[in-house]
């Protein structure tokens, strides 16, 4: 088992900036991939970004290309994302999901976190 919190949302004016975190607990030497998805309001939950625990290589979404950094610090655990240039698109509620290396399935997830960007 996997546990995940996240912290960091907020609220931000359009064009500017947050870092959100997620810090693992529990069984975290076989993940595989650590993500980011978000769920803005009337929508389905989408893809925003992963990074490889192994090699680092990261993955983004079209949207939050350029904008958006993905990293880690392996040895506290920790998945962060650094949002840049913010849009009132970006509002929705960001979830961190760790994928594990037996299933490569997203298994686990936080509790979310808020992201409000306004015009």
């Known amino acids: 088992q996997v546990q995940l919190v996240e912290s960091g949302g907020g609220l931000v004016q359009a064009g500017g900036s947050l870092r959100l975190s997620c810090a693992a607990s529990?069984?975290?030497?076989?993940?595989?991939?650590m993500g980011w998805f978000r769920r803005a309001p009337g929508k389905t939950r989408e893809f925003v970004a992963h990074?490889?625990?192994?090699?680092?290589?990261?993955y983004y979404a079209d949207s939050v290309k350029g904008r958006f950094t993905i990293s880690t610090d392996n040895a506290k655990n920790t998945v962060y994302l650094q949002m840049n240039s913010l849009k009132p698109e970006d509002t929705a509620v960001y979830y961190c999901?760790?994928?594990?290396?037996?299933?490569?399935?997203?298994?686990?997830w936080g509790q979310g976190t808020q992201v409000t960007v306004s015009s």
């Open positions: 529990g069984r975290t030497s076989s993940t595989y991939v």
């Open positions: 990074i490889k625990r192994s090699d680092g290589t990261t």
């Open positions: 999901a760790v994928a594990g290396q037996q299933t490569r399935s997203y298994d686990y």
